[in-house]
């Protein structure tokens, strides 16, 4: 295993060395969904970036590349394809976290970095597959560092960047001069459709608080954080929820009972599917403490049933949905300080 972390005291390595240390640990992501019509079944095809943060075939990479995934697989530039699955996800933070089947002999592990040491201006460069093109290299500074503590359809903190990001760099890497990863690739805000400079990225902050400290399990559903002001509007009884918004077939949640949207909507900018249910609780816990749920989760075992009770069609329901096996998710090293 090579893990890379470089000593930030000293001063920062010429862009083309650091690049050429890091980019055997960013992976093409290429995924397969069946599509169901009353006629027929058509299958599409997506590819999207990552990074393997750990030897052992941990990747993280955006949630919106995998989650309605049949198939994942998995290109290493110095090693075979291989399949991955999930084991946890965020579609609120759009990110999630992926194990391989099988790695390179001598797998390149990129250090998750300190994103709370970043500062405008900061130089940062990206690694991924932009319409198709693997292992581009992009670079830019920090433009800004967004916090919306109100939690809504979008994350709560984004790291905005000019590093240029097209479809394809999605779930994959930014990173600082030491060649740690400081942000996933989420999203951008253009009206032509390529990049403007206006490009967004999870922070790693978020990145290690949400699948490595305190990772939720995966159980076939994707849902989003939805805030009171929107909750108003859709004439829902609580302050906030969990509104699903795609269920798995054949998962365990579809087992359950759970039921995902289906209507394609767009607002303030993001894409959502409303029509779903609607959790209000989770292990009789409320969803406005999401803390909580996670701890809850956490200390569950196989088999246990996570309890959700959920609005449906207006009506309360109690859903259980049993916990599938999970392997034993890493503690990543602690991130290296900046000067």
Known sequence: ?????????????????????????????????????????????????????????????????????????VEFVDGPKTTAQIVSLSRTEDIALLKTESVPKKPTVAALGDSDALKPGMRLFAIGTPLGLTHTVTSGVVSALRTDTSRGLHPSRLLQTDVPINQGNSGGPLF???????????????????????????????????????????????????????????????EAGLMVEWVKEGGAAAKGGLHGGMIEASVRGTEVKLGG???????????????????????????????????????????????????????????????
């Open 1 to 73: 295993m090579i893990l890379l972390s470089m000593c930030l005291a000293a001063a920062p390595l010429p862009l083309e060395q650091v690049v050429q240390r890091v980019d055997a640990a960013v992976v093409t992501i290429k995924v397969a969904e069946k599509k169901a019509s009353e006629n027929s079944v058509s299958i599409a095809r997506g590819f999207g970036s990552g990074v393997l943060v750990h030897a052992d075939g941990w990747i993280v990479t955006a949630a919106h590349v995998v989650e309605e995934a049949d198939l994942i697989e």
């Open 277 to 339: 249910d609607l959790v209000l609780k989770v292990n009789d816990l409320p969803t406005t403490d999401p803390s909580a749920i996670g701890r809850s989760l956490a200390s569950m075992k196989k088999g246990d049933a996570i309890r959700y009770e959920v609005l449906c069609a207006g009506s309360a329901k109690t859903v259980e949905v049993p916990l599938p096996k999970l392997p034993k998710i890493p503690t990543l090293p602690k991130a290296a300080k900046a000067p």
């Open 176 to 238: 600082n001069e030491a060649g740690d990863v400081v942000g996933i690739a989420s999203f951008i805000a253009s009206k032509s459709g390529g990049s403007v400079g206006l490009n967004f990225a999870i922070p790693s902050s978020t990145v290690r608080a949400r699948l490595f400290e305190a990772p939720l399990p995966w159980v076939g559903v994707a849902v989003r954080v939805v805030p009171k002001g929107f909750a108003e509007v859709m004439n829902w009884p609580s």
